[in-house]
């Protein structure tokens, strides 16, 4: 019997701690030119947020004033980035078929796409609905038929070689085909292939503690980051980044000019375990105006960065799936983009701000909330 595994299917793995979910839950049986588009709205989604909330307002810190904040992020996945059609690739996998017949043929080499139905392949990605996994169902009727075919030329290759008359050959093919039963084996094979469900959300929230502090010339400094977590499955989480901010229109020979431009630069960077690392760049321009009334003030800014962010996925496969060194390793590469968006400044209460932010990138809608204490 036919006793050869899809050893080309790849277990792969990926989750966020945020979720709540393990590492190894998510991603399994998953062709390595499939899981890039399996993961794509989550490298999507992880640069949106990570590139978000670096400044609450368009003025910088004066000398040595600072702010300590706590900021959340809530990148929506867009509808269209639910689901994708997995790819059924050029890899082969052979059919033993000698005992159909009762005696040694040469196997049967197929492809994926000689074996499962083609229009069949919409599948969740990680942000999908959990509840709806694809399904590579077997084109039993397609396959039968290969089998067939590969039946009748060998045998007739065979006979041939062994002298049998060309008149006889026929007969002798028809009766070894009609008794091998190819339709049952190929009902008995279980091919159909199950794909991974997606986690169910339709955002990726993250929250980051920041410090911000004034320095000479017009120059804010920003650091980002928490306490590396220890997770005894997936190893060491780590999460950090920096950038820095100008005041531009101090450089602009009009006094009392209306408003505050302000350029910046930020850089972060997410590693969890081993197994996902996550780059992160935005370099932009905020242009806004606030006002202090007394204890109370008040800000509204725009805003536009041109951003860059990439997803490196690593992971070590059970040595059964026949990989070559057992680790898969890729690379994603979100294409580079422009950030628009809009920020509102709030000081109610003395020492303490609140602001909110929304902002729209090439595929995420993001919302930004943060708050902190803020001096001068």
Do not use: C
């Not at 993961?39 to 990570?50: C, I, K, Q, R």
Request: charged share 15%; proline share 6%; net charge negative.
């Amino acid at each position: 019997m036919i006793k050869k595994v899809l050893i080309s299917i790849l277990a792969l793995s990926l989750a966020v701690g945020v979720f709540g979910q393990s590492l190894e839950e998510n991603l399994g049986s998953m062709l390595s030119d499939n899981a890039e588009m399996y993961l794509m709205p989550l490298g999507d989604a992880f640069g949106a947020s990570m590139n978000s909330g670096w400044y609450h307002r368009s003025r910088v810190h004066k000398m040595l004033g600072f702010d300590i904040s706590l900021k959340a992020m809530v990148s929506a996945v867009p509808e269209e980035s639910e689901f994708f059609n997995f790819a059924l690739n050029e890899s082969a996998m052979e059919f033993d078929l000698d005992d159909l017949v009762g005696q040694d043929i040469n196997p049967l080499s197929l492809t994926f796409a000689d074996i499962y139905y083609e229009t069949d392949t919409r599948t969740p990605t990680f942000f999908g609905p959990a509840d709806s996994a694809g399904l590579l169902v077997t084109n039993q009727s397609h396959l039968a038929g290969l089998f067939e075919a590969h039946l009748r030329t060998e045998m007739t290759a065979q006979l041939t070689s062994q002298g049998v008359p060309a008149s006889q050959i026929p007969a002798l093919v028809d009766a070894a085909v009609a008794s091998a039963n190819i339709s049952g084996e190929v009902a008995s094979l279980d091919l159909d292939l199950p794909l991974p469900p997606g986690i169910g959300l339709a955002a990726l929230p993250l929250v980051m503690p920041q410090i911000s502090l004034g320095l000479p010339m017009g120059i804010e400094l920003t650091l980002r980051g928490m306490p590396d977590i220890e997770d005894e499955d997936i190893g060491t989480i780590s999460m950090y980044g920096g950038g820095v901010r100008v005041n531009i229109d101090q450089f602009i020979p009009i006094p009392l000019f209306p408003v505050d431009i302000t350029a910046g630069a930020f850089f972060s960077q997410l590693s969890i375990g081993d197994i996902v690392e996550s780059s992160n760049t935005s370099i932009g321009l905020q242009v806004g105006k606030s006002l202090n009334l007394l204890i109370f003030g008040v800000g509204v800014y725009v805003d536009a960065a041109y951003e860059m962010s990439s997803l490196s996925i690593g992971y070590d496969v059970d040595p059964e799936f026949g990989i070559e060194g057992n680790r898969i390793q890729f690379d994603m590469e979100p294409d580079p983009g422009m950030r628009f968006g809009a920020g509102l400044h709030l000081k109610l209460i003395p020492l303490t701000y609140f602001n909110v932010h929304v902002s729209q990138t090439p595929n995420n809608t993001v919302l930004t909330g943060g708050f902190g204490i803020s001096l001068r």
